[in-house]
């Protein structure tokens, strides 16, 4: 039976797990050490908070923080008491998440104060002040940790869960049925203004029941997430996806390498997943072989590509037994395809993997005609890992599933003839330079492949005489120097000369968000003032 249909959802597979995993540790965050067993009673104390706040089935809740014990608990206490998680990013301004806030109408918020030296409650009132806007709908603001103010510190909301009877709690947290909203999971709004993707609890339990069988994610691991819990990576993929299998939840607020590799030996950490650029600062750290890493065994990791020569190098220095590549988005439960583990290292690094189980994914043309085997494409997706709506946004719902259910991604792909589909990029990053299309992932995958180069993001610039060009930016291997001539050099002899980048800047570092993803609209706006367009 599978975990959807046994537990239906997830306040009932978080009181399982009590029973399923009695003496293993469900969370270490610094000394602060709490296993299964109580993490289901923190589950119950914090559902017993969130009722006697006045959370009603339905009812938004968000968290505005780093990834801790504390951000754990009260998700739980929010989905058990029936009401919908909201996960705002840490890097949001105060503006970003009133917005978020006020879309949602979230009844509460739990933030920090002093994380990166800011003040988010602060912020955030100094924003609606600003804009004078307000947030009706807002009832408390909850600080987890910091200097509280005149808001409510996380451990009198707790107290003031003694209100509600612990069998009441439990009856709530029963209660709750499959097709129930369980999350909202905001879009970055690289393409306007951020929309809120809904998921239900069904679907997170039968997604990250799969997500966890073909990655291998297996009892007891320890598992160190540094992908921000406010992400699908680090939130689904991360601690629920550790619940459901009785792994060990090791929190990481800030990506920081040195950090990571103190942890990995202290903690005798096995499961790592994160984008390319976290795989990228482990590979190029300084002093890595004075670290005991023996215990790593897996990682995950995706973007619109997934650099080959970072998959050869993780293998051929044996950081990892396993790696696994996938490719999913927040509108699809975060899953669309996976490698297995089982593949063979070149299909690992060359594609995405094939579709999920009972899920549908086509490569289509403009006009939504399936293309043949081998040709490029945008990729579609149906199936029950689709978003229920974007929420309060039927108009914008309905412009990206079409009629016959087929959500567009707007990544470009190809898929070969095993059904294994490889992202080549996304439609917006595309550029033509006299004609001819070039995807800047395909030519950051090749530009890859010089020895010299750890990391390497390409843009397309205005050019008179070409209409675009690409520009690279490139960050040099440690210890290595390396020219803007010597990288065109290079290409030139590697590449079609449209894909030859016309303008190269060699830097110390890739601007990147809190998911690790490089900010390309930051080196396109940085390229605008460099060549004057």
Same mark, same amino acid.
């Given at each position: ?71 754990? =608990? ?12 909201? $996960? ?16 949602? &109408? ?24 600003? $804009? ?57 709004? $690289? ?42 990576? &680090?939130?689904?993929?991360? #601690? ?16 920081? =390498?040195?950090?990571?590799?103190? +942890? ?23 002093? @890595? ?9 897996? +990682? ?5 590509? =997934? ?9 051929d220095e044996h950081i990892f037994e396993t790696i696994i590549t996938g490719y999913g988005l927040t509108e699809t439960t975060g899953t669309v395809t996976m490698c ?13 993997? !094939? ?6 994914? @086509? ?24 978003? @229920? ?16 259910? #087929? ?16 992202? $080549? ?64 050099? #290079?290409? !030139? ?8 980048? @016309? ?31």
């Amino acid at each position: 039976m599978r975990f959807d249909e046994q537990y239906q959802s997830m306040p009932r597979l978080f009181l399982a797990a009590a029973e399923r995993f009695p003496d293993l540790e469900a969370v270490v965050d610094g000394d602060r050490r709490i296993t299964y067993p109580e993490l289901a009673d923190l589950a119950v104390a914090s559902t017993r908070a969130a009722m006697a706040a006045g959370l009603r089935p339905g009812d938004r809740a968000a968290v505005w923080a780093p990834n801790s014990a504390d951000w754990i =608990v009260a998700a739980l206490g929010i989905l058990g008491a029936g009401g919908v998680l909201v $996960t705002l990013n840490t890097r949001f301004k105060g503006t970003e998440a009133a917005y978020v806030l006020g879309k949602a &109408g979230a009844r509460l918020l739990f933030t920090v104060n002093g994380f990166l030296d800011v003040d988010y409650p602060t912020m955030l009132r100094g924003a609606l002040v600003e $804009t004078g806007t307000a947030l009706p709908d807002l009832d408390a603001v909850v600080v987890l940790d910091g200097p509280v103010g005149d808001d409510t510190a996380f451990a009198d909301y707790l107290a003031a869960g003694a209100a509600v009877s612990e069998a009441d709690a439990r009856a709530r947290m029963e209660s709750i049925a499959g097709d129930d909203p369980a999350d909202i999971m905001f879009t970055s709004g $690289t393409t306007g203004s951020p929309k809120g993707a809904v998921s239900t609890h069904s679907q997170n339990l039968r997604v990250y029941e799969v997500w966890s069988e073909v990655v291998g994610l297996r009892e007891g691991d320890r598992y160190l997430i540094v992908n921000p819990f406010f992400h699908g990576f &680090g939130y689904k993929a991360g #601690w629920f996806s550790s619940i459901l299998r009785g792994a060990t939840i090791v929190p990481l607020p800030v990506f920081d =390498v040195p950090a990571v590799l103190e +942890t990995v030996q202290r903690e005798r950490i096995s499961v790592l997943p994160g984008p390319p650029t976290l795989l990228s600062g482990i590979l190029e750290a300084p002093g @890595r072989d004075a670290y005991d890493l023996s215990s790593l065994r897996l +990682t995950v990791t995706g973007a619109a590509v =997934v650099p080959v020569e970072l998959i050869r190098r993780l293998r051929d220095e044996h950081i990892f037994e396993t790696i696994i590549t996938g490719y999913g988005l927040t509108e699809t439960t975060g899953t669309v395809t996976m490698c297995r583990y089982d593949d063979d290292p070149e299909t690992i690094a060359n594609f995405a993997g !094939r579709a999920i189980p009972d899920i549908e994914v @086509r490569v289509v043309d403009e006009a939504g005609t399936e293309v043949p085997r081998g040709e490029q494409g945008e990729v579609v997706t149906r199936g029950y890992h689709l978003m @229920r709506e974007y929420f309060g946004d039927p108009e914008a719902t309905a412009a990206t599933i079409d009629a016959d259910g #087929w959500l567009h991604t707007g990544d470009i792909g190809i898929m070969d003839d095993r059904g294994y589909l490889r992202i $080549t990029d996304r439609l917006k990053d595309m550029y033509i330079v006299g004609g001819f299309n070039a995807y800047p992932a395909e030519i950051e995958n090749l530009l890859l492949g010089d020895e010299r180069i750890a990391q390497v993001a390409v843009v397309g610039v205005p050019d008179e005489r070409m209409g675009e060009v690409g520009m690279a930016f490139v960050v040099p291997r440690a210890g290595v120097t390396l020219t803007a001539d010597e990288v065109v050099a #290079w290409a !030139r002899e590697r590449m079609a000369n449209y894909k030859v980048p @016309r303008h190269v800047e060699i830097c110390t570092e890739l601007p990147v968000n809190a998911n690790g993803k490089v900010v390309k609209f930051e080196l396109r706006a940085h390229a605008r003032t460099v060549l004057g367009g």
